[in-house]
């Protein structure tokens, strides 16, 4: 079997922790500027500097390197000091663990995530649902280098092609998500794009942004399977 990259989306996807990522920006945004959180962004389908940008310049906070790096370390403290309640106030999407787990035992297929979270974040989310054990952080695409989420998979494969010494073609990576951002950052990069409906996009949504596969869910570990490793 050829080798193939699969890179998943987080949130909305893997996992669901729509009740706390407002709180955490809240919480960031007080430490780092002492400004009280007022405008929230639309957040899906975005990188965490594009999230933050977002969120500083709506506050009248200056954009500076140096603020959107504080945010940044804020961010992941606050999610590592919610690592526990995390568990309790969110949840793994249905099929997720099944999914990975599956994927893991298909010769060829590695594992990885394209998502606008940091690493670190990433990290504690999936961690929290024992989602982690079968995706390699070592090379994803994650929200901190890039405004632009189809920079992410570029950096993913360049990543993976460097520690596997193998070449992933376009149209071996497959982009896994639940927005039509996640799917045109496939079609920009040429490759395979699975929408799944268990976000805010349903099915339509996902097909008219020009998905090759859409999902109800992560449920059908059989349908998962076919859609990724063919």
Not at 31 to 47: I, S
Not at 50 to 66: K, Q
Not at 108 to 124: D, I, K, M, W
Not at 167 to 173: G, L
Request: glycine share 8%; aromatic share 4%; proline share 3%.
């Amino acid at each position: 079997m050829t080798a193939r990259l699969v890179l998943w989306d987080v949130d909305l996807t893997l996992i669901d922790a729509r009740s706390i990522g407002v709180d955490w920006y809240r919480r960031a945004l007080s430490e780092v500027t002492g400004v009280r959180l007022q405008h929230v962004p639309d957040m899906a389908g975005k990188t965490e500097l594009a999230i933050t940008g977002e969120v500083l310049a709506a506050h009248d906070v200056d954009t500076a390197a140096d603020t959107v790096a504080a945010m940044f370390t804020a961010l992941t403290t606050v999610v590592l000091a919610d690592r526990d309640a995390l568990s309790l106030r969110g949840n793994a999407m249905p099929g997720a663990a099944q999914a990975l787990a599956a994927l893991a035992e298909v010769p060829g297929v590695v594992q990885s995530l394209v998502t606008g979270n940091l690493p670190e974040v990433a990290f504690h989310k999936l961690d929290a649902f024992g989602l982690h054990r079968h995706v390699d952080f070592d090379i994803g695409g994650f929200g901190a280098e890039s405004l632009h989420r189809h920079d992410l998979i570029s950096t993913a494969v360049a990543k993976a092609a460097a520690k596997h010494d193998a070449e992933f073609a376009p149209e071996s990576v497959i982009v896994v998500g639940d927005t039509p951002r996640d799917v045109a950052g496939a079609l920009h990069h040429g490759a395979i794009a699975v929408g799944v409906a268990s976000g805010r996009s349903d099915e339509q949504e996902l097909r008219a942004a020009g998905a090759h596969v859409v999902l109800p869910d992560l449920t059908d570990t059989d349908a998962v399977l076919k859609a990724v490793a063919g």
